[in-house]
């Protein structure tokens, strides 16, 4: 698999690099996340950066996929039994629901809909409540979780997937 194409990526070269991205995205969401805001134009701004903030998030936790496949040397996919990205993906959603759940927001989001795997019990809210203020939550199967809680569990799952099997070491 060849490699990015800096000039193609805004400058990322590897997973660890997107991995950094992610926990940036995390800190900008958790930067407007609780907050409210009276005056209707301050409001209008914060919830956007909070839909804004939680879209980037979903999108790049779940195309850590393609990065982290990528950077795979072809050692590590066979000890790993990953053949193609889809093996991949499908172990990561399998093995961590919080990258089921952006998955399912970042390819609505994308594509509209989920046509592949779709799970209607996967759902994404932005609500405003008195002890908390403005936050972004995945409700799956009726439960409601934080935005936030979601994509530290991503964060984490990728983080200990990268370093435990060696991926990118050269970075």
Not at 49 to 72: G, Y
Not at 101 to 106: D, E
Request: charged residues 25%.
């Amino acid at each position: 698999m060849p490699l990015p194409s800096q000039e193609q990526t805004f400058g990322f070269a590897n997973c660890h690099e997107l991995l950094q991205k992610l926990d940036r995205e995390i800190d900008r969401y958790r930067d407007v996340a609780g907050r409210d805001e009276a005056e209707p134009e301050a409001l209008v701004n914060l919830v956007d950066q909070l839909k804004d903030s939680a879209f980037n998030a979903s999108i790049t936790a779940w195309h850590l996929s393609d990065w982290v496949f990528s950077d795979m040397t072809l050692e590590q996919r066979k000890k790993l039994g990953i053949k193609k990205l889809s093996d991949l993906q499908n172990r990561a959603r399998k093995a961590c629901n919080a990258l089921h759940l952006c998955r399912q927001a970042a390819t609505a989001s994308k594509h509209w809909a989920v046509s592949k795997n779709p799970d209607p019990t996967v759902r994404v809210t932005v609500a405003c409540e008195l002890e908390t203020g403005w936050l972004a939550y995945f409700e799956h199967a009726g439960k409601k979780i934080r935005a936030e809680q979601v994509f530290a569990e991503a964060l984490s799952f990728w983080t200990g997937f990268i370093y435990q099997h060696g991926i990118a070491r050269e970075s």
